[in-house]
């Protein structure tokens, strides 16, 4: 009889077989010049822009949305720079919070709120010289169109800002986004009249700006931004404003080479902010009247405090008809011997968070 070979010999002559064409295609390329392809470039990225860009806290940031897309569509290509790396703290009203709904981000920027072009154009050069960048996005001039300069004059000053940068580096590309509406948090209703006069402008001149080595491209950022719903006070983006303005700047970059384009958005992203266990006491005052306190939640504006008599049997919380804008709420007079749940609902203009977990407190009976 012949010999019979064992699969598991079959397999190991299969496996040096491969490996031994693969070595020699190889020494081919090699032989032949052939260098192996090069990885694109890593692209330094600056983000310039006003609070919209600074976001506030609690927030997650549409500069977040836009890291993440990135990471899993150009990874390894995009290192965020900039002379800050902080967020609003919208309630104590001054920069340099980190309180980001996710700080696990590459989170550097040039943003600061209430930023303007008037600002900006004098500036820009010395922040470009201490943080180098290839392409700048640029997210600026509702201030301008505000409270100074009419939509021709703010796109000469758009214009001045992207010539200044380029004293740094003559190479840089530029994506510079539309304005945004806004709408009054009061009454609802719209103003900012001047944001589409100047992106029709931008869309018309902004590619006239490029340079053989420097391109300039618009980033279509408000198709589909309604302020009444996607900003929580009317300007300032809510998590579905964020993925919106992330979108139109991911789209330009991917029309540069840089990721892929952003796809569908999704239906309703909820604001995370979340409220912090309360402590119910009774009032130094006597009587049958608690006061329920609370830790902040990052960014809340104000609070709902709910109550559920659990003595009662009641199926739901039922909230005071008026919010809180501090961190303490004293209640009216409570029935001896009842055990009441409290818990808080944090706000941020528009959104709701989730509630806080719950704590119950029964009221003592009256000396």
Request: charged share 20%.
């Amino acid at each position: 009889m012949g010999r019979t070979t064992s699969p598991f010999a079959a397999f190991s002559a299969l496996v040096a077989l491969a490996a031994a064409v693969l070595v020699a295609g190889c020494a081919g390329d090699a032989a032949q010049g052939r260098p192996a392809a090069a990885s694109p470039p890593r692209q330094r990225v600056m983000i310039v822009g006003d609070s919209i860009t600074h976001e506030s806290a609690g927030d997650y940031t549409w500069r977040y949305r836009l890291a993440e897309h990135l990471t899993h569509t150009a990874p390894g290509r995009v290192d965020f720079v900039g002379d800050r790396d902080d967020i609003w703290d919208n309630v104590a009203d001054k920069g340099g919070s980190h309180d980001y709904a996710d700080p696990d981000f590459d989170s550097e920027h040039h943003a600061r709120w209430g930023d303007s072009l008037r600002e900006e154009v004098p500036r820009i050069e010395a922040v470009v010289r201490a943080h180098p960048a290839d392409v700048m996005l640029i997210a600026i001039g509702a201030n301008d169109l505000t409270y100074w300069t009419q939509p021709p004059d703010t796109a000469v000053l758009m214009r001045q800002l992207i010539d200044n940068a380029r004293r740094v580096n003559p190479n840089m590309t530029f994506v510079v986004g539309h304005v945004l509406t806004r709408a009054d948090f009061r009454d609802n209703s719209m103003n900012l009249p001047g944001a589409p006069p100047f992106n029709a402008i931008l869309d018309a001149q902004a590619p006239g700006w490029s340079t053989p080595t420097s391109r300039v491209v618009v980033a279509q950022t408000d198709v589909g931004w309604d302020p009444l719903r996607d900003a929580w006070d009317g300007s300032h983006p809510t998590p579905d404003g964020e993925v919106i303005i992330a979108r139109g700047f991911a789209d330009a970059l991917a029309g540069l080479g840089i990721g892929a384009p952003y796809g569908p958005l999704p239906a309703h992203i909820p604001w995370p902010g979340t409220g912090r266990r309360p402590t119910v006491v009774r009032t130094a005052l006597g009587g049958t009247r608690v006061t329920v306190s609370w830790p902040a939640t990052p960014g809340a504006t104000q609070y709902f405090v709910e109550r559920q008599v659990i003595s009662w049997q009641e199926p739901d919380f039922v909230r005071a008809p008026a919010s809180v804008t501090g961190y303490s709420w004293t209640s009216e007079p409570l029935l001896p011997n009842v055990t009441v749940a409290y818990r808080v609902v944090p706000m941020k203009g528009r959104m709701a968070g989730a509630p806080s977990p719950a704590t119950t407190f029964t009221v003592s009976a009256l000396p």
